[in-house]
């Protein structure tokens, strides 16, 4: 067993969180990585196993346009914090997952500003895709969806995966415990293998997963090596069937999860740095405990975005500085925060622990016992069948019971089970969390 195989982590942007500028200043190094040490505990008191940190790399504005793999973002710090803040949390058993963008760069990256000196043919330029004008005239080249500051890189050039491979093992050999791969789906799956078969050479247990959004799900972690990719589907399905009233949406989505978690353990999750927080996506407020039950009562493994266990909200709008409201600033201790925070937290909390003490629940499977437009019921079971939790969620406007596939007792929620035993009951809007008595 590995320490993934109990992982709950806690996504953190850290150029936001601390209140970072926009922009690089070039006024030299602010020390704001050590910010992040009082919130440790925080993440404890949660229940999380491990931090996933956003890109902490030198880069000119929002760090996914990295300039600089081997310099620590001096917008945030140096080495030295990001080193400390890795041994602070492994003094709490806390893991430290990193975000690697790999797949562009930003133009004040090196390799690129040589490339466009020393012209086509240059040992710089085959690290890209360049397309030099015969007219003399701008050079022009691939990047990362459209937008021109995101240089994207030539994954056909040894050098290119040489390169990833030393960045990675730089930074596992100074404590990290594993790498998000940003984009991963717009880099071919075969670029990874050979790269990540050397890094796994030295650090046998670090964890790498993917970002996909869509896809071959289970042909991209079997491709590459990844232990496991994004699971953006089930994401969707959980908020839009809440929103609709359609449990069909997100019963499909279980099927489909459970078909990727025979191959791979997918990174489950609510919200993370790029998408509207999970707490303004809803419609109604009293979702948000069906939507938490469902990532913490199915396979995978749960990452929750700092803030969302707090009850933040934030809309992400497609427009220059459209990512600020859903990456914002935290208070310098968590003490500081409002006390309506503590509803949320506390049901956070609750789930989490249910989570914690149902391990097994992290390879389960689960399988949809009974689905109308407003409730579903599914099961989720233990490998060897000695174990399974069942999960009731309603969206009705009136009180409504539900089959159990057994007589079952209620761990989570405001459900209640009838008197025969074989029934849950949920108010209006309800939800529960139940185990199969035994025998």
């Known amino acids: 067993m590995t320490w993934i195989d109990h992982a709950l982590l806690w996504h953190v942007y850290p150029l936001g969180f601390v209140g970072a500028e926009p922009s690089g200043t070039g006024d030299g190094v602010h020390h704001r990585l050590g910010g992040l040490e009082p919130w440790l505990d925080h993440a404890i008191a949660l229940g999380a196993s491990g931090i996933l940190l956003g890109p902490v790399f030198a880069s000119s504005t929002h760090g996914y346009d990295t300039v600089d793999y ?80 995101l240089v994207a890189l030539n994954h056909d050039n040894p050098a290119v995966a040489d390169h990833v491979a030393s960045v990675m093992e730089y930074w596992l050999e100074r404590g990290a415990d594993g ?74 989505a279980l099927g489909r999860h459970a078909e990727f978690s025979e191959a791979f353990v997918p990174m489950t999750f609510l919200g993370n740095h790029d998408v509207t927080r999970i707490a303004s996506k809803l419609e109604e407020p009293r979702h948000l405990a069906h939507a938490l039950a469902v990532l913490l009562t199915v396979a995978g493994t749960p990452t929750i975005y700092a803030g969302d266990e707090l009850g933040f909200e934030g809309v992400k709008e497609d427009r220059a500085g459209g990512d600020d409201a859903i990456r914002p600033a935290f208070p310098a201790d968590p003490a500081d925060l409002e006390p309506d925070a503590s509803a949320v937290f506390r049901l956070h909390q ?8 149902h391990p097994w629940l992290r390879t389960s499977r689960t399988e949809v016992l009974s689905v109308t437009n407003t409730l579903l019921v599914y099961r989720s ?59």
Not at 117 to 139: I, K, N, T, Y
Not at 350 to 357: A, I, T
Request: glycine fraction near 10%; charge should be negative.
């Open 179 to 252: 790498w998000r791969l940003d984009a991963a789906y717009a880099v071919p799956p075969s670029f990874w293998a050979p790269v990540l078969e050397r890094v796994r050479a030295a650090h046998p247990d670090v964890y790498v997963v993917g970002e996909v959004i869509h896809g071959d799900y289970a042909g991209i972690v079997r491709e590459s090596g990844m232990d496991a990719v994004t699971q953006y589907e089930l994401w969707k399905a959980v908020w839009s069937s809440l929103n609709d009233a359609n449990a069909h949406e997100l019963a499909h």
């Open 381 to 439: 079971s233990q490998r060897d069948d000695t174990g399974a939790v069942v999960v009731a969620l309603s969206t009705a406007d009136e009180p409504t019971t539900a089959a159990l596939p057994g007589p079952c007792t209620v761990l989570a929620g405001n459900g209640w089970v009838e008197a025969d035993g074989w029934r849950v009951g949920l108010p209006t809007h309800g939800w529960a969390v139940l185990t199969l008595q035994a025998g």
């Open 70 to 149: 081997f310099r620590v973002d001096p917008r945030l710090g140096d080495e030295d914090d990001l080193v400390a803040l890795f041994a602070a949390a492994h003094a709490r058993r806390l893991r430290v997952v990193l975000d690697g963008v790999f797949n562009h760069v930003g133009q004040g990256f090196e390799r690129f500003t040589t490339a466009l000196e020393q012209g086509p043919g240059s040992p710089a330029a085959d690290w890209f895709h360049l397309r030099w004008p015969d007219d003399g005239g701008p050079v022009e080249h691939d990047d990362f969806e459209g937008h021109s500051a």
């Open 350 to 357: 609750e789930l989490v622990g249910l989570r914690r003490r």
